[in-house]
């Protein structure tokens, strides 16, 4: 399959491929590769916790997560929105613990 890579994103409209991604100092996407489970009916979660390298700098306030197919710019494939949203400043980490990533597969 396609690799993919998640990011984190203040931007909470996801019908383009421009959104900003997490700007905060540390912050890189992730690849995904080993980190989500197999397939089940129709949707996938992740196995192993994502974490984010923790900011050392700045701040967000993050809306939403995206998934590309490359590690920087590269095309959109999937978009949600966060159930809530994070504040993220000096010291944070932000994650998604086993089981709360979770993507139709298509």
Do not use: H
């Amino acid at each position: 399959g396609t690799a993919t890579w998640t990011e984190i994103t203040p931007d909470v409209q996801g019908n383009t491929a421009n959104l900003t991604p997490a700007t905060y100092t540390g912050y890189a996407r992730i690849a995904l590769a080993g980190l989500m489970g197999a397939a089940a009916s129709g949707t996938a979660s992740n196995s192993s916790v994502i974490a984010f390298a923790a900011a050392t700098g700045g701040s967000n306030v993050l809306g939403a997560w995206a998934t590309f197919d490359a590690l920087t710019v590269g095309n959109l494939l999937k978009f949600a929105t966060l159930t809530a949203t994070l504040a993220v400043s000096s010291g944070i980490t932000p994650q998604f613990p086993i089981g709360d990533l979770t993507t139709s597969q298509s």
